[in-house]
């Protein structure tokens, strides 16, 4: 960013760890990226309490919008991927997911609160935790004898390779997979934050802080600046996308017929 000594300062990692704002020094501080988690909560609570409250046959446009995101998760994730019993069973889980990542996502691109709940690893890793613990939960209730087998022994491999295949089973199957859940969300939030500060900072530095023909150049940044809110409300929707699809993905793993 700019600053009063007439130069340009890029975006810093540290805007991801912002001061207390109240309760400092207690276990319920609230910081800046706290407090935006919980406006979108209530963004998300208040949209679905509009959108459901009175249902009607025949649609209005906002229940219209609601429903189509709701279909979205039933239809093209939870009954595509887990069918229509399993899809019933994990489709609160999936929805949750779903809108809780796109409501803090789009934190990121909105007026005054620019910074998406999600690109802190708080929230990242305990949705993680929460798909890797129903991974297991429904992989143990499908077969509680021999879901780890299964796992960790996939069947036409011969004995002796076990020996490289079994690790590499584990790692990918019970690490991996809640590490890069996390790490996928997390970092295109990161990036994306970075990316418009980065525009916007350098278009406020080139119209009233070098002036003159530099000015020049801040059309430009605006102009990328634009660009980049567009796509950043496209990752937003594509990251919460893939997040609740991963997740079913890996029920579905755990609950077929192998296991």
Do not use: C
């Not at 007439?6 to 400092?24: K, T």
């Not at 950043?232 to 609740?244: H, K, N, S």
């Amino acid at each position: 960013m700019s600053t009063d000594d007439g130069e340009f300062h890029g975006p810093s990692i540290l805007e991801f760890f912002p001061g207390a704002l109240l309760f400092e020094g207690t276990g319920f501080e609230i910081n800046r990226i706290v407090l935006v988690r919980f406006v979108a909560v209530a963004a998300l609570i208040l949209v679905f309490w509009l959108g459901t409250r009175r249902m009607q046959v025949v649609p209005g446009r906002f229940q219209s919008l609601v429903e189509m995101g709701l279909d979205l998760v039933r239809v093209n994730i939870a009954d595509d991927l887990l069918g229509k019993k399993d899809g019933r069973r994990f489709l609160p889980l999936l929805t949750t997911i779903f809108f809780m990542v796109l409501f803090m996502n789009l934190t990121g691109v909105i007026p005054f609160l620019n910074i998406a709940g999600t690109s802190v690893i708080g929230v990242p890793l305990v949705l993680a935790i929460v798909a890797y613990v129903t991974f297991i939960y429904a992989g143990i209730r499908k077969n509680p004898k021999n879901f780890f087998k299964n796992s960790l022994f996939p069947s036409g491999v011969p004995w002796p390779v076990y020996i490289i295949v079994t690790p590499i089973e584990f790692i990918s199957t019970f690490i991996i997979r809640p590490i890069t859940l996390t790490l996928r969300l997390m970092m295109n939030m990161i990036v994306g934050h970075l990316l418009l500060v980065l525009f916007f900072a350098a278009t406020q530095f080139f119209f009233f802080t070098a002036g003159g023909g530099w000015a020049a150049l801040g059309v430009g940044s605006l102009a990328f600046g634009f660009v980049f809110t567009l796509f950043e409300i496209l990752v937003a929707v594509l990251q919460a996308y893939v997040f609740a699809l991963l997740t079913a993905v890996y029920i579905q793993l755990a609950v077929a017929e192998e296991h």
